[in-house]
T-cell receptor, first 110, second 113 residues
Framework: DAKTTQPPSMDCAEGRAANLPCNHS???????VYWYRQIHSQGPQYIIH???NNETNEMASLIITEDRKSSTLILPHATLRDTAVYYC???????????FGPGTSLSVIP | SAVISQKPSRDICQRGTSLTIQCQVD?????MFWYRQQPGQSLTLIAT?????????ESGFVIDKFPISRPNLTFSTLTVSNMSPEDSSIYLC??????????FGPGTRLTVT
């Protein structure tokens, strides 16, 4: 079973920040938080990952709470192309088998 | 990042037949993973394929139904055997990335009639 809990769906207005939450209350000390997204009919795409510090790249920011039991993926200026299913995953590394939960279906609305 | 291609991109097959899906990576990788995504569902891991050893299958998946080959560090095949309509899914190949993430191929969309 997936080790994370996400809301099944969210809406976001185009141009606004999209904040996608994820709960991972059973995360262990050596597990990372990974985020992927899957645009319709495509293979999943890696977005970002982190251990305990906040991370930012050209796609998104990842905010991890101090107790590491939850995190938020932030898309700072959502566009229509960001409409996708977003998966939050907890895993030691990619050498550890990666289990996908149902994810959050994000709809960016014009 | 790794570039992954899959063949075929889609196919329509009759029940009882078998289909072999190919996955080609543009760089050498130790581990390759095969996932299935049934209509409207999330991804389910089928097996992990390491070069030079037998694939490791997840619960609910068996080698007789989903035989996997891994002849070298850039290539793998997944065969879906004795197909039934319940096998209609997208089959995805993935490999580990340098940052600990996974890279995915575009998927093979299989419809069994």
């Amino acid at each position: 079973d997936a080790k994370t809990t996400q809301p099944p769906s969210m809406d976001c207005a185009e141009g606004r920040a999209a904040n996608l939450p994820c709960n991972h209350s059973t995360i262990s000390g050596n597990e990372y938080v990974y985020w992927y997204r899957q645009i319709h009919s495509q293979g999943p795409q890696y977005i970002i990952h982190g251990l305990k510090n906040n991370e930012t790249n050209e796609m998104a920011s990842l905010i991890i709470t101090e107790d590491r039991k939850s995190s938020t993926l932030i898309l700072p200026h959502a566009t229509l192309r960001d409409t996708a299913v977003y998966y939050c995953i907890v895993s030691k590394t990619s050498y550890d088998k990666v289990i996908f939960g149902p994810g959050t279906s994000l709809s960016v609305i014009p | 990042s790794a570039v992954i291609s899959q063949k075929p991109s889609r196919d329509i097959c009759q029940r009882g037949t078998s289909l072999t899906i190919q996955c080609q990576v543009d760089s050498q990788v130790t581990m390759m993973f095969w996932y299935r995504q049934q209509p409207g569902q999330s991804l389910t891991l089928i097996a992990t394929a390491n070069q030079g050893s037998e694939a490791t299958y997840e619960s609910g998946f068996v080698i007789d139904k989903f035989p996997i080959s891994r002849p070298n560090l850039t290539f793998s095949t997944l065969t879906v055997s004795n197909m039934s309509p319940e096998d209609s899914s997208i089959y995805l190949c993935s490999v580990e990335g340098g940052t600990g993430s996974l890279y995915f191929g575009p998927g093979t969309r299989l419809t069994v009639t």
